[in-house]
Every structure is written in structure tokens, then in C-alpha cells.
């Protein structure tokens, strides 16, 4: 039998969410919290933070760089390449 965290409704049916209020039940939270740690661990602000608590700054932000560098395909690799040389190119020509 599931309680429901949010009104206490005893439910003996397995259901993800509460007949009486709505609420979802612990596990269905815990999963989406889990989920969504996940996500953030894989977005941009969560390489900011694992690189800034690191004790080795320099070199967990190599790994990060050689993890996103593996990630890419041959175009967005070759499309980087070419940006980077045009603006080498335009800053070698200022000079």
C-alpha cells in the first residue's frame, strides 16, 4: 500500500500519482530528481562546476575539452577548423 507524501491518502492500487490530490508518490520523485541531476551533470553548467571543484583545474578542464571534442562528428569538427583558421586569418592580417 502507497502513501501519498503530500495528503497521506493510503492508495492499495499501483499508481504513480495520487487519486485524492494529484501528488506523485516518493518513488516517481525520486526518479525524476535522479533524472534530472543526470541532465544537469551533462549540460554546460554542470562541466563549469565539475571543472571548478576539481583540485587540478587545468586538467579537468583538458578533459572536458577532449570529452566534447570526442563527442563531435567530422563536420562540426572541419566547421570549428575553418572558423578558427578565418579568424586567425583576419587577425594575422590586422596585424
Known amino acids: 500500500m502507497k502513501k501519498c507524501p503530500a495528503c497521506g491518502h493510503e492508495n492499495p492500487l499501483p499508481e504513480t500519482k495520487c487519486p ?7 518513488k516517481i520523485i525520486e526518479l525524476i530528481d535522479q533524472e534530472a541531476a543526470a541532465e544537469e551533470e551533462q549540460s ?4 563549469c562546476r565539475r571543472i571548478l571543484r576539481s ?9 572536458e575539452v577532449t570529452r566534447g ?16 583558421a578565418f579568424v586567425f586569418a583576419l587577425v594575422v592580417t590586422v596585424l
Open 20 to 26: 485524492q490530490c494529484g501528488g506523485y508518490y516518493s
Open 44 to 47: 554546460f553548467r554542470g562541466q
Open 55 to 63: 583540485d587540478n583545474i587545468k586538467l579537468a578542464l583538458k578533459a
Open 69 to 84: 571534442w570526442a563527442g563531435l562528428g567530422g563536420r562540426a569538427k572541419f566547421t570549428l577548423f575553418v572558423i578558427f
